[in-house]
């Protein structure tokens, strides 16, 4: 009997505290992206409508919006929604995203992602009760972030590079 109680309370507590681990932080790093793109020939005048231009067409969805805007010092910020698919679930994502531009060259930074569940493939998508928007937690939600960045930011440097000849 001592020795079935000496190796079933170590697997026991094993069970109970593993229940009470929490899952690895995400790095702060891993939560942002930023690339810096090249445009020879460019003035701060046309990339900053050529950037303008592509907030308009990306942020479609009604919880995307442009919140600032300033030609001058060649700033765009904005909070953009998405929706993403990871593994057999849903989220619905907000992201900052902003653009600086300057001769020749535009910088492009997002961060501060936030999400929520949205469902899953074997019932209908939207609004699940009891969840709400939070932090990233799982790296996989934070992968399937980080490759929605990268789109954008390529979306964004095809049309720096688009040149209009109407």
């Known amino acids: 009997m001592k020795m079935l109680g000496a190796t079933l309370l170590p697997s026991v507590l094993g069970l109970i505290l593993s229940g009470c681990a ?3 932080q995400i790095p ?4 942002s992206y930023t ?26 969805n009604a919880e995307s919006v442009i919140q600032f805007s300033d030609k001058e010092n060649g ?6 929604y998405s929706e993403l698919t990871v593994g057999l679930n849903y989220y ?5 995203i902003e653009v600086d531009v300057k001769d020749e060259k535009v910088r492009i930074m ?12 074997f019932g209908p ?23 929605d960045w990268r789109r954008l930011a390529v979306s964004l440097n095809e049309r720096l590079n688009k040149k209009d000849s109407w």
Do not use: C, H
């Open 125 to 147: 998508k939207g609004k699940v009760a009891g969840f709400d928007w939070g932090d990233v937690y799982e790296q996989k939600e934070m992968d399937a972030i980080n490759s």
């Open 75 to 80: 700033k765009i910020a904005g909070k953009y």
């Open 92 to 96: 619905g994502v907000k992201q900052m």
């Open 35 to 60: 690339v810096i793109f090249d445009v020879k020939g460019v003035d701060k005048n046309e990339l900053f409508v050529r950037a303008n231009t592509w907030f308009v067409a990306n942020f479609v």
């Open 22 to 24: 929490t899952a690895p």
């Open 28 to 31: 702060v790093s891993e939560k």
């Open 110 to 121: 997002f961060e501060n992602p936030t999400t929520i569940y949205l469902g899953n493939a």
